[in-house]
């Protein structure tokens, strides 16, 4: 495994045994639990009190560094959803690693975004306003009941993203990705999840 170049300027030695730790894999999401890895020292040749760890994951070998309440990289909010349109797949993974970097902004507009192309991934047509789109949704039946008011919520809050000179809170993003993955499930992997009935004979 090549560490970063970075891990080489702050003392990194080569692995070795590390206290038990278990976290979830920055990476490959994995809960996981290592004991192998590399001490950051307090000094650059690795000696004095450890102030930093790499632990090496158990599943994907991938780096995952800690340094007190701070990590690298940070784990994805939100859960996987599957038998989701690819374009709107990579925006969903997009929106929650966003989260994991601080980029909550950036992780409630890729949110709004998500309703309007989940809109036209079912029949609307393109270029409309946006609360064309939600209304779409709404009158098609995918939108679940009382969901109206979660969808009106992230249409704000990405106006409020997109339109004034204010940076959305940890809050904000976990909020909307929870709902976002709940509307994909509703849509794409619960329909998916029914047997289908055998041919008629």
């Given at each position: 495994m090549i560490l970063p170049l970075a891990a080489a300027k702050h003392g990194w030695h080569q692995p070795q045994a590390l206290p038990n730790r278990s976290f979830?894999?920055?990476?490959?999401?994995n809960r996981v639990a290592s004991t192998q890895g590399l001490k950051?020292?307090?000094?650059s040749d690795g000696s004095g009190a450890m102030v930093g760890s790499l632990y090496i994951c158990t599943n994907c070998k991938g780096p995952n560094y800690f340094f007190g309440d701070n990590r690298y990289p940070g784990v994805p909010f939100g859960n996987s959803v599957t038998h989701t349109p690819e374009e709107l797949a990579s925006l969903y993974d997009e929106a929650r690693r966003s989260t994991a970097h601080g980029c909550y902004t950036g992780a409630?507009?890729?949110?709004?975004?998500?309703?309007?192309?989940?809109?036209?991934n079912q029949g609307a047509?393109?270029?409309?306003k946006f609360i064309e789109y939600v209304n779409h949704l709404?009158?098609?039946?995918?939108?679940?009941p009382n969901g109206r008011q979660w969808v009106d919520h992230i249409r704000n809050k990405g106006n409020?993203?997109?339109h004034e000179i204010a940076l959305m809170s940890e809050q904000d993003a976990k909020e909307l990705i929870l709902f976002t993955e709940m509307l994909l499930k509703f849509i794409y992997e619960f329909p998916s999840m029914i047997p289908k009935a055998p041919p008629s004979p």
């Open positions: 979830d894999c920055g990476y490959c999401g950051l020292g307090a000094h409630v507009l890729l949110c709004r975004k998500m309703l309007m192309n989940i809109g036209v047509a393109e270029g409309l709404a009158s098609k039946g995918f939108i679940p409020e993203a997109t």
